[in-house]
């Protein structure tokens, strides 16, 4: 894939960056996706919030996590006082990626790494423009991302990571709590509140 680089323009300003972000043609995924689903929330955030990519309901919306997941989501985050108005979310990847089953669904596919990697300049503007304190990389894709191909999850989260001039603490990815077994899953939960607690509390 050619990459988003082409298409980023040269600005701090989100909304630019937004905007220009409809137009990319930086990899294949933005041709059956409805919408890009770029980040949103305050520019002058302290905490940057990066999942995977956007769901069904996020391509239907051009909005980041606002289905199953991201109503989890926000209930870890008000668990952990934090305030989602007072964050910016967004995802390694800006597009849908989906198959189409027999019915009406969409089923999410991972990205694959060279399209996490055509989207990085993206991530990369937000990252300079929004100037987080901290970031919380919210599973797998967004912990490689960022931190390199090597990383785990398992091994890593909840711990002090450093990012440029911020601090990241890497966690599971809601999605990957709404499919842990009943019996499990409460413990996944606390688990995410527990590592967003960490986060919230590198806050200055
Ligand atoms: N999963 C993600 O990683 N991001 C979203 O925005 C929604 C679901
Ligand atoms: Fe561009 Fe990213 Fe969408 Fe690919 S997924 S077209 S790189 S915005």
Not at 32 to 37: D, W
Not at 83 to 111: C, L, M, W
Request: with cysteine.
């Amino acid at each position: 894939f050619p990459g988003a680089a082409t298409f980023v323009p040269d600005t701090l300003d989100l909304d630019d960056l937004a905007m220009s972000a409809r137009e990319c043609r930086g990899c294949d995924l933005w041709e059956p996706a409805e919408h890009v689903v770029f980040g949103a929330g305050s520019a002058g955030a302290r905490m940057m919030l990066v999942g995977e990519q956007p769901g069904d309901q996020e391509d239907r919306r051009a909005a980041p996590f606002v289905g199953p997941a991201g109503i989890l989501l926000n209930r870890a985050l008000a668990q952990a006082d934090i305030d989602r108005e007072v964050t910016y979310v967004t995802n390694a990847v800006k597009h849908f990626k989906f198959t189409r089953g027999s019915g009406p669904r969409r089923i999410h596919q991972k990205p694959l790494r060279s399209e996490v990697t055509a989207c990085h300049p993206w991530l990369q503007a937000e990252l300079r423009a929004v100037d987080p304190e901290v970031v919380v990389l919210l599973g797998a894709t967004a912990a490689q991302a960022l931190m390199g191909p090597s990383f785990r999850i398992g091994a890593s989260r909840g711990e002090i990571l450093a990012l440029g001039d911020a601090k990241a603490v890497a966690t599971v990815h809601p999605s990957a709590v709404l499919r842990t077994d009943d019996a499990e899953r409460d413990a996944a939960f606390d688990g995410l509140v527990a590592d967003l607690r960490v986060a919230a509390g590198l806050l200055t």
